[in-house]
């Protein structure tokens, strides 16, 4: 029986972020669901739901990182079995929403992907979906059914707010990135500055300059999600050589994708702080500082179930 006062909260996971899952259910006080997660000889998904779930308030947990496509799959399959079995609301909690970055056309002949997953969620028969630190904020138009869009900019900043430093200043990597460094600035009484940079392909980012004073200051670089470190390479060389103390970067998503182990220490960062929102590849765990998004999560989703603000979470 759950403690918030019916046992009609359930909540399952697939393979892509266990943990984390874990970590939620004992946060809220439930049952993980029972659920089986395989594969069949050929490759194709298999999904047995082994409890009753008849008229539950049913939250999936699944970001949808690499293996992108598989976590994806897993999700909807997850989804379509629970509908099938007749529950009442499905949230789909997808802490990393994969294939945010296609999210217009920059070019002709260039898909949208983020309309297409928020498609298939629907299509699947999510009714409701929770997420964090969308790629873009406007990535939750493209759906017709609700979106909860929270943030680790306050975890994050709580945590270098612990460290009483002085002179800091909060950098975006990028332009897009502004009114995300806006809020940590303002809650660690921060000045803000960005670096103009391009990106001449993906995956490749070069700077142009900077925009604000970062000299003589503890900067700390703020963005979304760090891919193949690269962006954050060449921003810490560049706030080195505009004079900055210190700079330390966060991030809510761990992708480290392809050479981001070798290019991470390339930035010789004095601390690299994340969120377990994605689960840790082992070359990477010794070199961050990861913070638990779980508490986040599970009141966000208590506060759904009961019908209560999830923005209030955030005043």
Do not use: W
């Not at 680790?152 to 270098?160: E, I, K, Q, R």
């Amino acid at each position: 029986m759950s403690p918030y006062g019916d046992d009609k909260l359930k909540v399952f996971s697939g393979n892509a972020n266990r943990d984390l899952a874990l970590e939620i259910c004992s946060y809220i006080g439930v049952q993980p669901g029972e659920i089986e997660v395989g594969r069949f000889s050929n490759g194709e998904i298999k999904v047995i739901i082994n409890e009753n779930v008849r008229g539950s308030d049913v939250f999936v947990v699944q970001p949808t990182s690499d293996p992108v496509n598989d976590n994806l799959m897993e999700l909807l399959i997850i989804i379509d079995a629970l509908r099938r079995a007749s529950a009442s609301r499905i949230t789909a909690v997808v802490p990393f929403y994969g294939y945010a970055r296609q999210d217009r056309k920059t070019r002709g002949r260039e898909p949208i992907t983020a309309k297409l997953v928020a498609n298939l969620l629907e299509s699947a028969g999510a009714d409701r979906v929770l997420t964090m630190d969308l790629h873009a904020g406007q990535i939750q138009g493209f759906f017709d059914i609700p979106v909860d869009h929270l943030t680790a900019v306050p975890l994050l900043s709580d945590y270098f707010k612990e460290q009483d430093l002085k002179d800091v200043v909060v950098v975006s990597p990028d332009a897009g990135g502004i009114a995300r460094a806006r809020d940590m600035a303002a809650r660690l009484d921060a000045p803000v500055a960005f670096i103009d940079k391009r990106r001449p392909e993906p995956n490749v980012a070069e700077v142009m300059h900077i925009v604000g004073q970062v000299s003589g200051r503890n900067v700390i670089l703020l963005d979304d999600m760090i891919d193949t470190g690269g962006s954050i390479v060449e921003a810490a060389k560049a706030l080195r050589q505009e004079g900055a103390s210190c700079v330390m970067a966060c991030a809510t998503h761990p992708v480290f994708s392809g050479n981001a182990p070798a290019n991470i220490p390339e930035a010789e960062l004095d601390q690299l702080v994340v969120t377990n929102t994605i689960p840790i590849a082992e070359p990477m765990k010794s070199m961050v500082e990861v913070i638990s998004v779980a508490p986040l999560f599970g009141d966000a989703m208590v506060r759904i179930h009961e019908g209560r603000s999830v923005s209030a979470m955030f005043r």
